[in-house]
């Protein structure tokens, strides 16, 4: 019985996983609803996690160790985060309106998206740099957001990147408390 749960745990975080994209392809490319379904898909992203990281630590035969939980989870929602960030650049290029890459507001998308990619890199091998870089990412998207209203107008960029900057912390927590503890 407790096998079968096991497995539950997995198919319902994938489900979770899954329902979450499709609410962001919905919201972003059919629907074009601009960011309220994704704000409120969130939990579900977290709550299909949280069921993974239960799986993971009992499908090993050894257990588990905090750090190596802590690094499947990241490694978890940094995964969905890229494939999200990639469903928003994809509904941009489809539905936006043009806007010039090469003047001040329109060159904050590809900076957003380039300090994310560095993120991205980094968080495999130098957590501390990833955790920078998604929060210079964070404080980056509130600028634009109040800024510009080229970029105002595009969605809720400070909504939907709360999720970043809270990955941006648990990497300086993991690299600060966690991994230097062994």
Do not use: C
Request: avoid cysteine; proline fraction near 3%; hydrophobic fraction near 55%.
């Amino acid at each position: 019985m407790k096998h079968v749960f096991h497995i539950l745990k997995f198919i319902t975080g994938i489900i979770l996983l899954i329902l979450n994209v499709g609410i962001w392809i919905n919201g972003l490319i059919i629907t074009i609803e601009r960011g309220m379904d994704i704000i409120l898909a969130t939990p579900i992203l977290i709550a299909g996690a949280f069921l993974l990281l239960g799986w993971y630590k009992k499908a090993r035969t050894l257990p588990t160790s905090k750090p190596q939980r802590w690094r499947f989870i990241l490694n978890l929602l940094l995964i969905n985060y890229a494939v999200l960030y990639m469903i928003y650049v994809a509904g941009e290029l489809i539905h936006s309106s043009a806007i010039d890459f090469l003047n001040l507001p329109g060159i904050m998308l590809p900076l957003l998206m380039a300090l994310f990619i560095m993120g991205f890199i980094l968080s495999w091998k130098y957590e501390n740099y990833a955790g920078i870089f998604f929060l210079l990412w964070y404080i980056l998207a509130w600028f634009s957001q109040l800024r510009y209203a080229e970029i105002r107008d595009r969605g809720p960029y400070v909504f939907i990147g709360i999720t970043i900057f809270i990955q941006g912390i648990l990497y300086l927590v993991y690299y600060f408390r966690i991994k230097k503890q062994t």
